[in-house]
């Protein structure tokens, strides 16, 4: 929004620093804690994703 980006037809959409990634990510870490009242765990990204998926898969099937 701050660069006049609204998702309208023929807008293009802005570069994607790793500055924007954390702010847009912090906040939907933050909503995740208020919604849920639990503490965001982020992932441990040295484990194959197809893997973690699988585990994580599994997990809820059980």
């Known amino acids: 929004m701050a660069n006049g980006f609204q998702g309208k037809d023929g807008q293009k959409v802005p570069e994607m620093t790793d ?3 954390a702010g847009i990510s912090a906040r939907y870490i ?3 804690e ?3 009242g639990e503490k965001f765990q ?3 990204l040295s484990q194959d994703l197809a893997k973690r998926i699988e585990t994580n898969i599994n997990n809820y099937l059980a």
């Open 19 to 21: 500055e924007i990634v």
């Open 30 to 32: 933050e909503l995740y």
């Open 42 to 44: 982020k992932a441990d």
């Open 34 to 36: 208020n919604i849920t």
